[in-house]
Nanobody
Framework: VQLQASGGGLVQAGGSLRLSCAASGRINGISVRAWHRQAPGKEREWVAAIVSGGTTNYADSVKGRFTISRDNAKNTVYLQMNSLKPEDTAVYYC?????????WGQGTLVTVSS
């Protein structure tokens, strides 16, 4: 199973981007789909998650601006990012896990200019 993240790019502050993460192949037993990010010189941090029942959770820094969603039929998780700030600049990684399964995407770069 591989996760392919896409949708990153360069955007001005206040703009929007939508990230996608598609899983190749059929995956079962996934209970959490999440996005993490790593800014230059900083540790990777959790951004948002959606659990199997549909409940979503967000880091305080993105709450009200980012929305995580999923399409189970397409094995895809999305991250809609609005009102972007320069401090959102990072490589964004998708993650799908459940039980012993823990899959990570390769990362997609988001750069927000001021």
């Amino acid at each position: 199973v591989q996760l392919q993240a896409s949708g990153g790019g360069l955007v001005q502050a206040g703009g929007s981007l939508r990230l996608s993460c598609a899983a190749s192949g059929r995956i079962n037993g996934i209970s959490v789909r999440a996005w993490h990010r790593q800014a230059p010189g900083k540790e990777r941090e959790w951004v948002a998650a959606i659990v199997s029942g549909g409940t979503t959770n967000y880091a305080d820094s993105v709450k009200g601006r980012f929305t995580i969603s999923r399409d189970n039929a397409k094995n895809t998780v999305y991250l809609q990012m609005n009102s972007l700030k320069p401090e959102d600049t990072a490589v964004y990684y998708c993650n799908m896990k459940g039980g012993w399964r823990d899959y990570w995407g390769q990362g997609t770069l988001v750069t927000v200019s001021s």
